[in-house]
């Protein structure tokens, strides 16, 4: 299983990011993914997740309205849409692989496969 991120930036408050989550090595349409993010000094949260059989999507309330996921089956890539960004964003982002999607939460249950992280970073 690979788990490739790709997109982060530096860019000015207010703006807008699009992540992007490659996997390979595993039954697409059976997995959950999620992103998740840390920021410094802090611990890694869940942002959003989506359970690729059924296309459902879930989010953290903070990004709410703000943040979305979209799937692009063919290419086996998740993106995460991130629009009105604010500094309080800025974190490594990492996209997860859960191949068996058995999970009542995406966003609280376990992922076995990680990806490296791209940086985020929301700054004037």
């Known amino acids: 299983v690979r788990v490739v991120e790709s997109g982060g930036d530096l860019v000015q408050p207010g703006r807008s990011l699009r992540l992007s989550c490659a996997g390979s090595?595993?039954?697409?349409?059976?997995?959950?993914i999620a992103w998740f993010r840390q920021a410094p000094g802090k611990e890694r949260e869940a942002v959003g997740c989506?359970?690729?059989?059924?296309?459902?999507?879930y989010y953290v309330d903070s990004v709410k309205g703000r943040f979305a996921l979209s799937t692009d089956h063919a290419k086996m890539t998740v993106y995460l849409q991130m629009n009105l960004l604010e500094p309080v964003d800025t974190a490594v982002y990492y996209c997860?692989?859960?191949?068996?999607?058995?999970?009542?939460?995406?966003?609280?249950?376990?992922?076995?496969?990680w990806g490296r992280g791209t940086q985020v970073t929301v700054a004037p």
């Open positions: 989506t359970r690729i059989s059924t296309g459902s999507t």
């Open positions: 090595g595993f039954a697409f349409q059976g997995s959950a």
């Open positions: 997860a692989v859960e191949p068996y999607d058995s999970m009542n939460n995406c966003l609280t249950n376990p992922y076995r496969f």
